[in-house]
């Protein structure tokens, strides 16, 4: 999730650039960059945060009235000078920002560089100048529209020209871009947070349309290059609520970001049926004769999940402990070992020490994280990226289902690497997930009415067995982060050894049950709890009966191994919306911080 701006106007461009990339810089700060066209290019960019390049610009008279800004969130190679955008062709006269990610970078790099093209960075971006060069003769937009037949991926793009410096071009798929327009000049961004200092006015652009800025008019184009008119609209809110784009907090932002996070994570991973993973096609999954999944908090419900999905598929045995544990007890693992650490800050201290432990003892070390160039995903043998985005809420949602998503696919990865049996159509189904999400969070208001259930209470049960014990664990952690509300998860099946002494007239019972094999025993200990006066809310699929529950949210029936990932929304709405009405500051829960790098 990177930002990008863009100015053609009538006055200097700089000032726009720099302070539509401070509102941006929630999306990704490894790096940031701009390009001020002036007869000439010129391009500063730095490694770092944006206060870096603005002290380096002091150092340059740049005045110029066309220009494109950028920050990066990494992706595809480290955070660096080179790799920081704007990336600009061999002769100097073609620049550009990129978000996104091109998926089939590497043949168009061959390609180009068999052509003679030299490449500064490690980037995917860098190829989409080169390829506009080799396009380019004479009509910017006919060489923009064919790289748009050639690039595959997600892309929202600005691009300048010193043979049209009266312009810029922009175009988008899959990635966010939106174009204002003010009294001296038309700018884009990729969020409206950067264009509200200077208009409300804005154009929404659709995938693969194309639109030129010129100071006192945009043009817009369809993907086949024939002009056509869109309405503007006007943007009816402030800066702030700007930043999380017109919802309340980030919490819910994240959450709603869920089917896009999850999408971009799946990006290029899955072809036919096949699961690429290039980052591992070193790895001979044969000489493993244990995996041991290591995290903390959220990021060890998700393993909790993937571990049980791992061992289904290969009957490999598969632990999982939580990082504080691992490191000080004496695991028993050596080199056949695979170890996998998943952290979404990549900066988590016991994590870290884990996968320290987990290196002496000459395991193999795997890192799942959200952040490039992160401390784990710098130790770890090898790593992998979700494609969450920057979480800013404390209470994690984006990263959790966005994990759960790569450990799934991982999971069946390794069980294709050992020409196991695999299960198509779960992989095929793996891909419709963000549209079921979206389908879940149609239903918001329902979990709303829910969550008014716990407004007075000082405790709630979850109940679960087999994967929705992983997926109530981490809705009971939701729920007590941001409501206070005391609230403890359960194995449905040991409720009677013990916990079903606390239960009584009016206590709250949030129970799922969704796997095949087992939702039946749930709903029998429902029954249970429901005969000592448990209100009962209940999330499973039409596959079962059940009496006697009032609250039941029916979720999509998908493959059992996918439906933790559905079950999390309706969880992580119930704990939002249960804060929101104890009037609790959702975003900064108290005593927590989004990254723990101390014991
Ligand atoms: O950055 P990490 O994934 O390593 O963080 C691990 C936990 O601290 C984190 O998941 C924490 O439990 C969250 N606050 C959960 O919402």
């Not at 302070?19 to 066209?37: M, N, V």
């Not at 740049?62 to 061999?90: E, F, M, Q």
Request: aromatic residues 8%.
């Amino acid at each position: 999730m990177c930002g990008i701006t863009a100015y053609c106007g009538n006055d200097e461009a700089l000032p726009f650039l720099l302070q539509g990339l401070e509102k941006l810089e929630y999306r990704g700060y490894d790096s940031a960059g701009i390009t001020i066209l002036d007869k000439s290019l010129t391009t500063v960019k730095c490694k770092g945060r944006l206060q870096l390049l603005v002290d380096e610009l002091e150092k340059y008279d740049l005045k110029g009235h066309v220009g494109i800004g950028h920050t990066r969130w990494a992706t595809h190679g480290i955070p660096s000078h080179l790799n920081s955008h704007p990336h600009t062709n061999d002769k100097n006269t073609l620049s550009l920002v990129h978000n996104g990610i091109i998926e089939n970078y590497r043949e168009l790099k061959e390609e180009l560089v068999n052509k003679g093209y030299h490449f500064q960075s490690e980037t995917d971006s860098e190829v989409v100048v080169h390829l506009l060069d080799s396009y380019y003769q004479g009509n910017l937009l006919k060489a923009v529209q064919k790289v748009l037949e050639r690039i595959e991926g997600s892309y929202a793009l600005c691009i300048l020209s010193t043979r049209h410096p009266d312009e810029i071009i922009v175009t988008k798929k899959d990635s966010p871009l939106v174009i204002g327009k003010t009294k001296n000049a038309s700018v884009a961004a990729s969020d409206i947070p950067a264009l509200l200092a200077y208009t409300k006015e804005v154009y929404f652009i659709e995938d693969n349309e194309i639109a030129i800025l010129k100071a006192n008019q945009i043009h817009f184009y369809d993907q086949k290059g024939k002009e056509i008119t869109k309405e503007s609209s006007i943007i009816p809110y402030d800066i702030d609520a700007a930043r999380k784009n017109g919802y309340d907090t980030f919490m819910l932002k994240e959450i709603y970001e869920q089917p896009y996070a999850i999408k971009e994570t799946l990006r290029g991973r899955i072809q036919n049926e096949t699961i690429l993973f290039e980052e591992l096609k070193n790895i001979d999954f044969l000489q493993f004769n244990k995996v041991y999944f290591v995290a903390c908090g959220t990021a060890y419900h998700a393993c909790l999940c993937g571990a049980q999905i791992l061992e289904r598929i290969t009957h490999l045995p598969v632990l999982t402990q939580v990082a504080s544990e691992f490191r000080y007890n004496d695991p028993i693992i050596d080199e056949h070992t695979l170890t996998i650490f998943v952290s979404q800050s990549g900066e988590t201290a016991d994590t870290l020490g884990a996968l320290r432990l987990a290196k002496e003892k000459k395991a193999s070390t795997i890192a799942i994280t959200n952040v490039l160039g992160s401390t784990i995903s710098r130790d770890a043998d090898y790593v992998l990226y979700t494609c969450a985005g920057p979480e800013i809420a404390v209470a994690s949602t984006k990263a959790y289902t966005t994990q759960l998503i790569l450990l799934m696919l991982f999971a069946y990865y390794i069980a294709q690497e050992l020409h196991l049996t695999v299960n198509t159509k779960a992989i095929l189904q793996l891909q419709q997930v963000p549209w079921y999400i979206e389908k879940i969070l149609e239903d918001a208001c329902q979990f709303k009415e829910y969550a008014t259930m716990l407004k007075d209470k000082h405790d709630a049960y979850f109940i679960g067995r087999s994967l929705d014990y992983a997926s109530v664990l981490e809705g009971a952690l939701k729920l007590k982060e941001v409501s206070y509300i005391h609230a403890d998860a359960y194995v449905a099946g040991e409720l009677k050894h013990g916990p079903i002494a606390l239960i009584e007239e009016g206590s709250v019972v949030i129970a799922v049950a969704t796997q095949p094999h087992i939702a039946s025993k749930t709903i029998s200990n429902i029954q249970e709890t429901i005969a000592r006066g448990a209100d009962v809310i209940l999330l499973t699929t039409n596959h079962y009966q059940v009496k006697n529950v009032e609250n039941i949210y029916y979720l999509p029936n998908v493959e059992p191994t996918l439906q933790s990932i559905l079950t999390a929304i309706p969880l992580q709405l119930i704990a939002y919306y249960s804060a929101c009405i104890r009037g609790c500051d959702v975003d900064k829960p108290r005593n927590l911080a989004k990254s723990v790098t101390v014991e």
